[in-house]
C-alpha cells in the first residue's frame, strides 16, 4: 500500500495554517530520513514493526473501528498449569508488548494465562492515517479484543502510557477489571494545567521525524534511568528506532504525534477516586518522566515527573490501593531489577482472592 499521498493529505486536511503544507511535510520527511540513514545507523522495521521477532508468536485480532479496518497484534500466552486468573499487560508509548518478555514467563509459570497486546498505532498494530485517538477508544478497542477471547475477568497491568490506559479500561469496566496494577503511570499530575505548554500536533509530528536510536537513548538514560545505562536496555531501544529508519517513518511519526496530543489532552489523574477495585501500585523512585517536559519553562520543569511524591498522592486517592516503592529504580523496574519487580507484582497479585 503507499501511505505517500493519502498520509500527506492527512496532514494537510489538519492543519491549521498553511505552514505545514504537503510539499513541506515531503522535503522534511526526506531530509530527516537521509540524516537518518547517516547518521543512524542501525537496522530498519517496517511501519508495523515487520522484521522484529517477538518472544512468542504474535496474533491478529482484525476489526472496524471509526469506518477504519485494523489489525491489533497480540500474544497470548496460556500456562501449562492454569490458576484461572488472565492478566492483561499494557504496554507504554515508548515499549511494546516484547518489552514485557520476562514478565509474561514469571506470570505464565505461576499459572497465569497472560495477553499483551499492541494497541492500535504502537509496535505490530495498524498505524491508521485517519484516526481520532482517546484513551476511551484504546479501552474499547482492547474490551473488544478480550471479548473475541472469551476473556471477561481480568488484572490489567499498565506501564507508563499503558498505566493511563490501565486506569481508563477499569474505569469503563469496572465489574470485568478483577484488579488494576499500575507499574510507574504517567498521567499520574496534570502537566497542562501545572504549565507544560501545548504543541499542535504538527509540532509533535516533526519532533517524531527526527528520531533516532542516540536520540532515544539519551532521553531513557536521562529520564527512565537516573543517568545509568545497560546494554540489555538497547534491544528496546533498537525496535523504536528501527520504525523510523524503515518506510514507513511518516505514518509511524504522524500516530506518535497523535499519541503524544492524546496523553497530554486526556488526564486521569482527577479520577483516581473512582477506581473501586484493588490496586497495586509499583513505582520506581528514581523516575522523573512528564510528558512535554523540555519544552517547559524551568520553573515549570522543576515541578514535573516527582515519582516518590506522585506515587504516594496516586495511592492516598485511590480507596483501594497498595502502594511499593523500589528506591532504587527508575521508570521500568521490571528492566531494571526483574527479581525485585516480579516478586512484588506476584505477591500482588497473590493478595487478591481470585473470586472477587
Known amino acids: 500500500m503507499n501511505l505517500r499521498r493519502p498520509f500527506l493529505l492527512a496532514v494537510s486536511s489538519v492543519c491549521a495554517c498553511a505552514m505545514l503544507c504537503a510539499a513541506s511535510v515531503a522535503v522534511a520527511a526526506t531530509s530527516a530520513a537521509a540524516a537518518s540513514s547517516v547518521d543512524d545507523p542501525g537496522p530498519a522495521y517496517g511501519p508495523e514493526l515487520q522484521g522484529f521477532s517477538y518472544p512468542a508468536p504474535v496474533e491478529r485480532f482484525e476489526f472496524t473501528s471509526q469506518a477504519v479496518p485494523l489489525q491489533m497484534a497480540y500474544i497470548d500466552v496460556k500456562p501449562a498449569h492454569g490458576n484461572g486468573r488472565t492478566v492483561v499487560l499494557l504496554q507504554g508509548k515508548n515499549f511494546c508488548s516484547a518489552t514485557w518478555d520476562a514478565t509474561i514467563r514469571r506470570l505464565s509459570n505461576a499459572g497465569y494465562r497472560v495477553i499483551a497486546p499492541d494497541q492500535i498505532g504502537f509496535c505490530k498494530s495498524s498505524k491508521p492515517e485517519h484516526y481520532q485517538y482517546s484513551f476511551q477508544q484504546l479501552a474499547r478497542n482492547t474490551h473488544a479484543l478480550l471479548q473475541s477471547l472469551g476473556v471477561s475477568d481480568v ?86 528506532a528501527g520504525m523510523y529508519r524503515g518506510p514507513g517513518k511518516q505514518v509511524v511519526a504522524w500516530n506518535s504525534a497523535l499519541l503524544y496530543d492524546m496523553i497530554y489532552t486526556q488526564p486521569v489523574v482527577y479520577e483516581l477516586g473512582q477506581l473501586s477495585m484493588p490496586t497495586l501500585l509499583l513505582i520506581g523512585q528514581k523516575d522523573t518522566t512528564a510528558v512535554g517536559k523540555d519544552a517547559a519553562p524551568p520553573e515549570v520543569r522543576a515541578t514535573l515527573g516527582h515519582y516518590p511524591e506522585l506515587g504516594r498522592a496516586a495511592a492516598k486517592a485511590i480507596p483501594h490501593a497498595t502502594l511499593v516503592e523500589f528506591a532504587d529504580l527508575g521508570h521500568a523496574p521490571q528492566m531494571q531489577d526483574p527479581d525485585a519487580f516480579h516478586k512484588a507484582l506476584l505477591d500482588g497479585l497473590a493478595a487478591v482472592p481470585t473470586n472477587r
Do not use: C, F
Open 155 to 240: 488484572t490489567v497491568v499498565g506501564h507508563s502510557t499503558g498505566g493511563m490506559l490501565a486506569i481508563r479500561y477499569a474505569l469503563m469496566y469496572p465489574r470485568e477489571t478483577q484488579q488494576l496494577v499500575l507499574v510507574n503511570p504517567i498521567g499520574l499530575e496534570d502537566w497542562k494545567a501545572k504549565g507544560v505548554p501545548s504543541l499542535s500536533v504538527e509540532q509533535w509530528y516533526q519532533r517524531e521525524l527526527k528520531t533516532t536510536a542516540d536520540g532515544i537513548r539519551r532521553y531513557e538514560q536521562a529520564t527512565y534511568y537516573a543517568g545509568q545505562w545497560r546494554a540489555d536496555y538497547d534491544p528496546s531501544v533498537q525496535m523504536l
